[in-house]
């Protein structure tokens, strides 16, 4: 029995999660055969921070099932900006939709909504806590890629601290036998100690932490790259300090391994070059791709169409 929510990215068992991938896989060969089922159906997107990605794929993944959208992308258009709780909120929007895809910049948002809602929740980022969605479309990404999500070493590149991407991915991962970490940061932005404590060393994970990119490009399977997340910082100059810590081009993928594959949850900024783009590893438009695919088969379990 599938969890109801998806708040975080262990509320599924890893057989479940197989189960989500499935359904990907068949969704991806006969898109046609899944275009109906969600006839009748409503998602509400209600998105309290940017997105382009997340909202497009969840909005593009609900009309290629056959349903419809109702939501807000700008948080002054809806009555948060006249003072109504979130409560309040998901309650109301809960009586009018079927499923709800929620973003907002407060960590453990999308549990409390949770807490108020007649219908299933999907937390589409909390503020800089988890971004459980992300990390179905980075495995299914990996497993298609990759022939399976065992036995790699992952190099985790940029903003570990505030990356929300970043700690879904880990604990994601952190189940899998044979996983290894190399994370990649620049002190001030290592991993927090909790992810670390909690499931990397809990479960005797191989892993290390390093300051140079340069020294590692050679030990990994994988390659996720992240933004340094200008809006999580408190301080616009500690930002503009860190900002192009990590700037992945050409000359350092010559040192990556043949088989290797670059990743990114986008947007990026600065930290990958627009020519590593033209190299068979780069992988992060691929995995844009396979993100609406994986929303499309959540969002069909956990409506319970299928
Ligand atoms: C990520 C996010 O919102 O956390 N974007 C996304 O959903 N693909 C990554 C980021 O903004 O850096």
């Given at each position: ?57 969840f909005e593009a993944a609900m009309m290629r099932l056959g349903g419809k959208i109702l939501g807000f992308s700008e948080p002054n258009s809806s ?164 900002k192009d810590s990590y700037i992945l081009d050409a000359e350092k993928m010559k040192y990556a391994r043949e088989n290797m594959i670059v990743m990114h949850p ?41």
């Amino acid at each position: 029995m599938m969890n109801k929510h998806l708040i975080d990215p262990m509320d599924f068992s890893v057989e479940e999660l197989d189960e989500i991938f499935e359904l990907a896989h068949q969704i991806i060969n006969d898109p046609k055969k899944f275009s109906k089922i969600c006839d009748g159906k409503i998602l509400g997107t209600l998105f309290y921070e940017p997105s382009t990605r997340t909202k497009f794929s969840f909005e593009a993944a609900m009309m290629r099932l056959g349903g419809k959208i109702l939501g807000f992308s700008e948080p002054n258009s809806s009555s948060a900006s006249k003072g109504e709780t979130l409560a309040d909120t998901i309650k109301m929007v809960s009586i009018y939709t079927d499923i709800i895809a929620m973003r907002h910049p407060k960590e453990g948002s999308a549990k409390v909504a949770s807490l108020y809602s007649g219908v299933p929740i999907i937390n589409a980022g909390d503020g800089g806590h988890q971004h459980p969605t992300q990390t179905l479309a980075d495995l299914l990404t990996i497993e298609c890629l990759k022939k399976g999500l065992r036995g790699h070493t992952v190099g985790i590149c940029g903003d570990l601290k505030y990356g929300r991407t970043v700690h879904s991915l880990i604990k994601a991962m952190s189940r899998y036998e044979g996983t290894k970490f190399v994370l990649v940061s620049p002190k001030e932005l290592k991993v927090p100690n909790y992810i670390k404590q909690e499931f990397i060393e809990k479960n005797h994970i191989e892993f290390m932490e390093v300051e140079r990119l340069e020294d590692v490009m050679e030990k990994v399977d994988i390659l996720y790259m992240t933004r340094i997340q200008r809006e999580r910082f408190f301080n616009e100059e500690e930002y503009l300090r860190l900002k192009d810590s990590y700037i992945l081009d050409a000359e350092k993928m010559k040192y990556a391994r043949e088989n290797m594959i670059v990743m990114h949850p986008l947007p990026r900024v600065n930290e990958i070059a627009v020519e590593v783009d033209d190299d068979n590893r780069a992988a992060y438009f691929k995995q844009a791709e396979y993100a609406m695919y994986v929303r499309m088969a959540l969002m069909c379990k956990l409506l319970g169409v299928v």
